[in-house]
C-alpha cells in the first residue's frame, strides 16, 4: 500500500493512543511526559493538534498537553481496553 493511502487521521489517533503506554511525571491539568519513540511525521502532527510538545529536541521525550493526554487516554480505552458485555 502506498503511503497516500494512507489514513493518517488513524495512525495518528492510534499513535496516541499508544503514546500513553509510555507517560509519566503525571501532572493533574498540566498533562504528563511521555517518550518520543515514534514516526517523526506523526510526531509532527500530534504537535499541530496540539495534544503535545514540538517533538524536534534533544530530549527523548515530549509533553503531552492536558488534552492530548485524556485524549490518549480515551482512545487507549477505545481501542485496547477489554469491554464487559
Not at 9 to 22: C, I, Q, R, Y
Not at 42 to 62: C, F, H, M, Q, Y
Not at 76 to 85: E, L, R, T, V
Request: charged content about 35%; hydrophobic content about 40%; proline content about 1%.
Amino acid at each position: 500500500m502506498k503511503t497516500e493511502e494512507y489514513d493518517w487521521n488513524k495512525v495518528d489517533e492510534l499513535t496516541l493512543a499508544l503514546m500513553h503506554l509510555v507517560t509519566w511525571q503525571r501532572l493533574e491539568g498540566h498533562g504528563a511526559r511521555a517518550w518520543k519513540g515514534f514516526e517523526w511525521c506523526t510526531l509532527a502532527r500530534l504537535n499541530e493538534k496540539g495534544w503535545i510538545s514540538d517533538p524536534e529536541t534533544k530530549a527523548k521525550s515530549v509533553v503531552m498537553t492536558e488534552e492530548g493526554f485524556k485524549k490518549a487516554e480515551e482512545l487507549f480505552n477505545k481501542h485496547f481496553a477489554k469491554h464487559s458485555k
